[in-house]
Every structure is written in structure tokens, then in C-alpha cells.
């Protein structure tokens, strides 16, 4: 079965730095672009950062650029998102998704990690 685990959020002050983890399992990794998305309370779910299946394009929302930096291991079957000098307003529940484009049926996601930015 599909899964994928994330790991790495939690309670940070602004300025301070959070990795973020997602392990991949159930299918075939190196096929898939990767994404972090994240949702704050009473906000749509966005886009945050998104890498291609072997690593050779990023993007990231203009929110992030800059501080945040996505990258992918095809060995450990893993997703990273480097999170740097973090704000109160990047405060939300982040998730893990992968997908190949134009598969409707291939694209699936993580439960959701808690990273909170507050004194």
C-alpha cells in the first residue's frame, strides 16, 4: 500500500529553522514529482514548493523564495523541505504529496505535519 510518512515539524520561534521529512513507500519514487503543500486555519490549501521526479526543476510559492529550499533523495525514497528563517504567518499543518502529471489516479498524500511559529 501507499504511504508516505512525514516527520521533522513542531514549535519553533521566528527566525529559527525546521527540516521536514517525507518517507515514500508502495510505489515507485523515482516516477513521481514531489510537493509540500501547507493549510493555515480559515485559508485555502497552497502550494508551497514543488520538485520534478529527478530533481532537475524546483519551484516554490514567492512566499517562500529564498528561505525555504525542497530537494529529494530517490535512494531513501525521500522528500525534504529546509525551512529557514521562519515566520509567524508560515504557521500552518504542511503535507506531502506525489503525483505524475496528468494521472488523476496517481497522486496521493501525506496525513499533515504541525509546524508552528511563535514566541
Known amino acids: 500500500q501507499v504511504q508516505l510518512v512525514e516527520s521533522g515539524g513542531g514549535l519553533v520561534q521566528p527566525g529559527g529553522s525546521l527540516r521536514l521529512s517525507c518517507a515514500a513507500s508502495?510505489?515507485?519514487?523515482?516516477?513521481?514529482?514531489m510537493s509540500w503543500y501547507r493549510q493555515a486555519p480559515g485559508k485555502e490549501r497552497e502550494l508551497v514548493a514543488g520538485?520534478?521526479?529527478?530533481?532537475?526543476?524546483?519551484n516554490y510559492a514567492d512566499s517562500v523564495k529564498g528561505r525555504f529550499t525542497i530537494s529529494r533523495d530517490n535512494a531513501k525514497s525521500t522528500v525534504y523541505l529546509q525551512m529557514n528563517s521562519l515566520k509567524p504567518e508560515d504557521t500552518a499543518v504542511y503535507y506531502c504529496?506525489?503525483?505524475?502529471?496528468?494521472?488523476?489516479?496517481?497522486?496521493?498524500w501525506g496525513q499533515g505535519t504541525q509546524v508552528t511559529v511563535s514566541l
Open positions: 504529496n506525489a503525483n505524475v502529471f496528468g494521472v488523476r489516479r496517481l497522486d496521493y
Open positions: 508502495g510505489f515507485t519514487f523515482s516516477n513521481y514529482a
Open positions: 520538485i520534478t521526479s529527478g530533481g532537475g526543476r524546483l
